[in-house]
T-cell receptor
């Protein structure tokens, strides 16, 4: 079982560039989410999805875009990268929406110069 | 909105001692409280969780207690070992689609 797979593991971008962080899960989970982790701030929710075709905003959605065309995949797009988006990004999934344990990927470390 | 405060931010204990991490939450509607352990270079991993209809839950050396009246919950690790060294996050969920995390506690267990 691969669980939640994130690619790439590391990325360096220049300000203004765009890119897509990939996330895939093989557990047939309905709920998927994206968090960013910054020192001293824990994990903050960017966007989430409760099923294919359904997405919604979390706490810090500005500058990010998501879509969910299949149950397995939930990519996160940075539209125009800014230095403030330098962070570690985690994708997570759970069997159903609501109060359930989440399974996390190993993260993408992103630096914006 | 919901807020979760976690302390201490850093905790250093001697191997074999106990470690306690405390969290408080603001939304009285919160009903699910997971704890995650994050090792270096890895994603958080669930180690224990508790729901609001339970006051305490134990799993080997790990226990969690919940005080709904005071709106706080705690993680207790007994007989700590060097492999317990990691960052620990508490979190709260109100039953909706959003889980709010604490800022994390870095635990050092000295051999």
């Amino acid at each position: 079982n691969a669980g939640v797979t994130q690619t790439p593991k590391f990325q360096v971008l220049k300000t203004g560039q765009s890119m897509t962080l990939q996330c895939a899960q093989d557990m047939n989970h309905e709920y998927m989410s994206w968090y960013r982790q910054d020192p001293g701030m824990g994990l903050r929710l960017i966007h989430y999805s409760v099923g294919a075709g359904i997405t919604d905003q979390g706490e810090v959605p500005n500058g990010y875009n998501v879509s969910r065309s299949t149950t397995e995949d939930f990519p996160l797009r940075l539209l125009s990268a800014a230095p403030s988006q330098t962070s570690v990004y985690f994708c997570a999934s759970s069997y159903s929406p609501g109060p359930q344990p989440q399974h996390f990927g190993d993260g993408t470390r992103l630096s914006i110069l | 909105g919901e807020n979760v405060e976690q302390h201490p931010s850093t905790l250093s204990v001697q191997e074999g001692d106990s470690a306690v991490i405390k969290c408080t939450y603001s939304d009285s509607a919160s009903n699910y409280f997971p704890w995650y352990k994050q090792e270096l270079g890895k994603g958080p991993q669930l180690i224990i969780d508790i729901r609001s209809n339970v006051g305490e839950k134990k799993d080997q050396r790990i226990a969690v207690t919940l005080n709904k009246t005071a709106k706080h919950f705690s993680l207790h690790i007994t007989e700590t070992q060097p492999e317990d060294s990691a960052v620990y996050f508490c979190a709260a969920n109100t039953g909706g689609f959003k889980t709010i995390f604490g800022a994390g506690t870095r635990l050092f267990v000295k051999a």
